[in-house]
Each structure stands twice: as structure tokens, then as C-alpha cells.
């Protein structure tokens, strides 16, 4: 069974970073592109940042270029997102998903409050 | 970036009708070299995470119930329940996945009448 556990998530002032971690079972993690899609409270989905199988190449949306960094360790069937220079409008749950173009499965979510 | 546009924003429907949510992409989403439109559909109920139903514009997920249906082509497409059910009661968005950055329409509510 495919399973993906987020965590990592909180309160945290603007300006300041968090590092959310994705654990990967149930499937062979090296095979995949993997992505984090957030959503904000009461809005709908939002691709954030996806990355390649061998962590190779990473994308992200303009809104956190330079600011976010997405990777993985494929050793740990982990996915990371570190998060830095948070904005009050990156509050949000996050979910890491498998990126097959179409997301086919998604974790439970982590929420991630950037509040002063 | 592709903008999705879904509508209606919400339906309210009765046990056992049948419902149709659209979706229209700023582009088409066909791509000629495996002759696929590039449209998924996901189901989102309150407090749980989205589940997809349909990728590849019409192909159902592994599980998904065969009274949901996917269709169209090009920039036009459809989400089809057919006689819905209580547990059908969900936020349902489209996805592109054509080109990056991969975009979501804003989402319809199924609510129950």
C-alpha cells in the first residue's frame, strides 16, 4: 500500500524557514517524480514545486522561486521541502504528492501558519 | 500559465440524479505526440486530502465507481456523476498537466439538496 507521511508543519513567524519531510512506502521512491501542492484555508489546490526521480532537476511556481528548495534522499525514500523567508500567504496545508503529471497519490497533509 | 475555469462553483443536488461540473483550459490541452489530453479531476470531501478520479481526460482510476465519467477535448471538458450518491458530497477540481506550471481550477462544491 502507498503511503506518504508529511511532517514538519507549525507556527512560524515571517521571515523565518521550516523544512517539511514526506516518508515514502509502499512503492519503489526512486522511480518517481514526486511534487508538494498546498492549499490554503477554504481556497483550492496550488502546485508548488515538483522534482525529477534522481533529484536531478526541481521546478517551482514564481511565487517561491529563490525562496524554497525541494529534494530528496532517495536512500530514505524521503521528500524535503525547505521552506525559507516565509510570507503570512504561504500559510497552508501542504501535501506531497507522486507526480505522474496527475498526482495519483497525496499524503494527509501537513498545515504550515506563518503569523506574527 | 494555463487557466483552468470550472464551473459551476457549487451545485446542490438530490440522492440519485445525475451532475455535470465543466472545466475550460486558456489552452488546449491535446498534446499531438501521444494523441492525449493532458486533464485530471480530483475529489476532495471536508478534512481529507484529494483523490483523483479521472487522469488523461477520460481514464478512471484504479477503483474509482464507473458513474464517473470524463470527457471532452481540446479546452473544453466535463465531469459527469452519474445518479449521484451521499458520499459523492465533495469539492471536485480539474488539473492540467499539459504545460508547467500545472494549474487546478478553483474548484466545485457538490452540496447535497
Known amino acids: 500500500e502507498v503511503q506518504l507521511v508529511e511532517s514538519g508543519g507549525g507556527l512560524v513567524q515571517p521571515g523565518r524557514s521550516l523544512k517539511l519531510s514526506c516518508a515514502a512506502s509502499?512503492?519503489?521512491?526512486?522511480?518517481?517524480?514526486m511534487a508538494w501542492v498546498r492549499q490554503a484555508p477554504t481556497k483550492g489546490l496550488e502546485w508548488v514545486a515538483s522534482i525529477t526521480n534522481s533529484g536531478g532537476s526541481t521546478y517551482y511556481r514564481d511565487s517561491v522561486k529563490g525562496r524554497f528548495t525541494i529534494s530528496r534522499d532517495n536512500a530514505k525514500s524521503t521528500l524535503y521541502l525547505q521552506m525559507d523567508s516565509l510570507r503570512s500567504e504561504d500559510t497552508a496545508t501542504y501535501y506531497c504528492?507522486?507526480?505522474?503529471?496527475?498526482?495519483?497519490?497525496w499524503g494527509q497533509g501537513v498545515m504550515v501558519t506563518v503569523s506574527s | 500559465d494555463i487557466v483552468m475555469t470550472q464551473s459551476p462553483s457549487s451545485l446542490a443536488v438530490s440522492a440519485g440524479e445525475t451532475v455535470t461540473i465543466n472545466c475550460k483550459s486558456s489552452q488546449s490541452l491535446f498534446g499531438s505526440v501521444r494523441q492525449k489530453n493532458y486533464l485530471a479531476w480530483y475529489q476532495q470531501k471536508p478534512g481529507q486530502s484529494p483523490k483523483l478520479l479521472i487522469y488523461l481526460a477520460s481514464t478512471r482510476e484504479s477503483g474509482v465507481p464507473d458513474r464517473f465519467i470524463g470527457s471532452g477535448s481540446g479546452t473544453d471538458f466535463t465531469l459527469t456523476i452519474s445518479s449521484v450518491q451521499a458520499e459523492d458530497l465533495a469539492n471536485y477540481y480539474c488539473?492540467?498537466?499539459?504545460?508547467?506550471?500545472?494549474?487546478f481550477g478553483a474548484g466545485t462544491k457538490l452540496e447535497l439538496k
Open positions: 509502499g512503492f519503489t521512491f526512486s522511480n518517481y517524480y
Open positions: 488539473q492540467q498537466y499539459y504545460d508547467t506550471p500545472y494549474t
Open positions: 504528492t507522486r507526480d505522474g503529471g496527475s498526482y495519483d497519490y
